[in-house]
Protein backbone atom coordinates (compact mmCIF):
# COMPACT_ATOMS: atom_id res chain seq x y z
CA UNK A 1 0.00 0.00 0.00
CA UNK A 2 1.38 3.40 -1.14
CA UNK A 3 1.23 6.10 1.77
CA UNK A 4 0.43 9.70 0.74
CA UNK A 5 3.61 11.88 2.00
CA UNK A 6 2.77 14.88 3.78
CA UNK A 7 4.95 18.21 3.24
CA UNK A 8 6.07 18.73 6.93
CA UNK A 9 4.22 21.26 9.04
CA UNK A 10 5.17 25.14 8.26
CA UNK A 11 7.55 26.36 10.99
CA UNK A 12 5.42 28.82 13.04
CA UNK A 13 5.05 32.40 11.64
CA UNK A 14 8.28 34.61 13.22
CA UNK A 15 6.97 36.97 16.26
CA UNK A 16 6.14 40.80 15.13
CA UNK A 17 9.00 41.81 17.40
CA UNK A 18 11.22 39.74 15.25
CA UNK A 19 10.79 41.29 12.15
CA UNK A 20 10.33 44.62 12.90
CA UNK A 21 13.80 44.21 14.82
CA UNK A 22 15.29 42.84 11.59
CA UNK A 23 14.06 45.61 9.38
CA UNK A 24 15.73 48.05 11.94
CA UNK A 25 18.69 45.77 12.13
CA UNK A 26 18.96 45.88 8.27
CA UNK A 27 18.58 50.00 8.05
CA UNK A 28 21.32 49.98 10.97
CA UNK A 29 23.68 48.01 9.33
CA UNK A 30 22.51 49.14 6.04
CA UNK A 31 25.45 52.21 6.38
CA UNK A 32 28.96 51.73 7.73
CA UNK A 33 28.94 51.03 11.65
CA UNK A 34 31.41 50.25 14.08
CA UNK A 35 31.94 46.74 14.69
CA UNK A 36 30.44 46.90 18.20
CA UNK A 37 27.18 48.02 16.87
CA UNK A 38 26.70 44.50 15.02
CA UNK A 39 27.76 42.82 18.01
CA UNK A 40 25.43 45.14 20.39
CA UNK A 41 22.48 43.95 17.55
CA UNK A 42 23.57 40.53 18.28
CA UNK A 43 23.19 40.40 22.04
CA UNK A 44 20.00 42.49 21.37
CA UNK A 45 18.57 39.70 19.51
CA UNK A 46 19.92 36.73 21.25
CA UNK A 47 18.20 38.67 24.68
CA UNK A 48 14.93 39.12 22.88
CA UNK A 49 14.89 35.55 22.06
CA UNK A 50 15.29 34.05 25.03
CA UNK A 51 12.85 36.66 26.57
CA UNK A 52 10.62 35.45 24.14
CA UNK A 53 10.84 31.75 24.63
CA UNK A 54 10.54 32.84 28.54
CA UNK A 55 7.14 34.43 27.94
CA UNK A 56 5.64 31.03 25.92
CA UNK A 57 6.94 29.22 28.50
CA UNK A 58 5.25 31.02 30.88
CA UNK A 59 2.13 31.19 28.07
CA UNK A 60 1.64 27.47 27.87
CA UNK A 61 1.93 27.39 32.00
CA UNK A 62 -0.83 30.09 32.52
CA UNK A 63 -3.35 27.97 29.86
CA UNK A 64 -2.08 24.83 31.52
CA UNK A 65 -3.47 26.11 34.85
CA UNK A 66 -6.61 27.80 33.46
CA UNK A 67 -6.62 31.03 35.03
CA UNK A 68 -10.28 31.10 35.05
CA UNK A 69 -11.18 27.54 36.80
CA UNK A 70 -8.78 29.38 39.46
CA UNK A 71 -10.64 32.21 39.82
CA UNK A 72 -13.84 30.86 39.63
CA UNK A 73 -13.28 28.37 42.39
CA UNK A 74 -11.58 30.57 44.36
CA UNK A 75 -14.91 32.92 44.19
CA UNK A 76 -16.86 29.95 45.23
CA UNK A 77 -15.51 29.07 48.09
CA UNK A 78 -15.51 32.36 49.24
CA UNK A 79 -19.38 32.68 48.96
CA UNK A 80 -19.21 29.38 50.99
CA UNK A 81 -17.17 30.69 53.62
CA UNK A 82 -19.59 33.81 53.98
CA UNK A 83 -22.08 31.20 54.94
CA UNK A 84 -20.46 28.58 56.55
CA UNK A 85 -22.99 25.40 57.83
CA UNK A 86 -21.45 24.55 60.98
CA UNK A 87 -18.09 25.82 62.61
CA UNK A 88 -16.11 22.63 61.48
CA UNK A 89 -17.23 23.32 57.88
CA UNK A 90 -15.97 27.23 58.63
CA UNK A 91 -12.27 25.80 59.40
CA UNK A 92 -12.40 23.68 56.25
CA UNK A 93 -12.90 26.21 54.14
CA UNK A 94 -11.06 28.78 55.70
CA UNK A 95 -7.70 26.35 54.60
CA UNK A 96 -10.01 25.69 51.30
CA UNK A 97 -10.04 29.67 50.91
CA UNK A 98 -6.55 30.35 52.04
CA UNK A 99 -4.96 27.36 49.65
CA UNK A 100 -6.93 28.60 46.78
CA UNK A 101 -5.78 32.06 46.88
CA UNK A 102 -2.25 31.00 47.02
CA UNK A 103 -3.14 29.11 43.62
CA UNK A 104 -5.17 32.39 42.69
CA UNK A 105 -2.16 34.03 43.35
CA UNK A 106 0.75 32.09 41.80
CA UNK A 107 -1.44 31.76 38.64
CA UNK A 108 -1.80 35.64 38.40
CA UNK A 109 1.99 36.31 39.48
CA UNK A 110 3.05 34.22 35.85
CA UNK A 111 0.61 36.35 33.91
CA UNK A 112 1.55 39.52 35.53
CA UNK A 113 5.39 38.34 34.50
CA UNK A 114 4.87 37.14 30.91
CA UNK A 115 3.57 40.56 30.36
CA UNK A 116 6.18 42.17 31.85
CA UNK A 117 8.39 40.31 29.47
CA UNK A 118 6.13 40.95 26.85
CA UNK A 119 6.24 44.83 27.50
CA UNK A 120 9.90 44.55 27.63
CA UNK A 121 10.43 43.12 24.56
CA UNK A 122 7.84 45.90 22.81
CA UNK A 123 10.01 48.24 24.28
CA UNK A 124 13.58 47.18 23.50
CA UNK A 125 12.24 46.64 20.12
CA UNK A 126 10.84 50.00 19.73
CA UNK A 127 14.34 51.86 20.63
CA UNK A 128 16.35 49.32 18.43
CA UNK A 129 14.01 50.94 15.85
CA UNK A 130 14.92 54.54 17.03
CA UNK A 131 18.35 53.66 16.89
CA UNK A 132 17.98 52.72 13.36
CA UNK A 133 16.60 56.31 12.89
CA UNK A 134 18.89 58.24 14.52
CA UNK A 135 21.93 56.27 12.91
CA UNK A 136 20.19 56.82 9.50
CA UNK A 137 19.28 60.45 10.26
CA UNK A 138 23.25 61.42 12.11
CA UNK A 139 24.73 59.91 8.16
CA UNK A 140 22.38 61.65 5.66
CA UNK A 141 22.59 64.95 7.83
CA UNK A 142 26.85 64.14 8.14
CA UNK A 143 26.93 64.50 12.25
CA UNK A 144 28.89 62.44 14.01
CA UNK A 145 27.12 59.36 14.46
CA UNK A 146 29.07 57.94 17.36
CA UNK A 147 27.44 60.52 19.64
CA UNK A 148 23.80 59.66 18.44
CA UNK A 149 24.34 56.23 18.63
CA UNK A 150 26.11 55.96 21.92
CA UNK A 151 23.25 57.91 23.85
CA UNK A 152 20.43 54.78 22.18
CA UNK A 153 22.63 51.90 23.07
CA UNK A 154 22.86 53.16 26.49
CA UNK A 155 19.04 52.64 26.26
CA UNK A 156 19.37 49.27 24.95
CA UNK A 157 22.09 48.53 27.18
CA UNK A 158 19.02 49.29 29.86
CA UNK A 159 16.80 46.77 28.01
CA UNK A 160 18.83 44.04 27.20
CA UNK A 161 20.00 44.22 31.45
CA UNK A 162 16.22 44.51 32.20
CA UNK A 163 15.30 41.61 29.55
CA UNK A 164 18.22 39.13 31.38
CA UNK A 165 16.29 40.09 34.80
CA UNK A 166 13.06 39.38 34.19
CA UNK A 167 14.12 36.24 32.22
CA UNK A 168 16.36 35.12 35.16
CA UNK A 169 13.39 36.14 37.94
CA UNK A 170 11.09 33.65 35.54
CA UNK A 171 13.80 30.70 35.48
CA UNK A 172 13.92 31.11 39.33
CA UNK A 173 10.50 30.32 39.71
Do not use: C, Y
Not at 8 to 16: L, S, T
Not at 38 to 51: G, K, Y
Not at 99 to 107: Q, S
Not at 143 to 154: A, G, K, N
Request: proline share 7%; net charge negative.
Amino acid sequence: MLRRRHPPNPPPPAPEWQRRFDEASAMILSRDQPTWVHDRLNDLHRALDAANDTASRLEATVQQLDPDKTATELKQALRQQARPSSPADADDLDRRVATLRERFDAVNDMINRRETIGRQILNTTADVELLAVQALRAQTINSDPEHHLDHHLQRLDSDLRALELARREVDGL
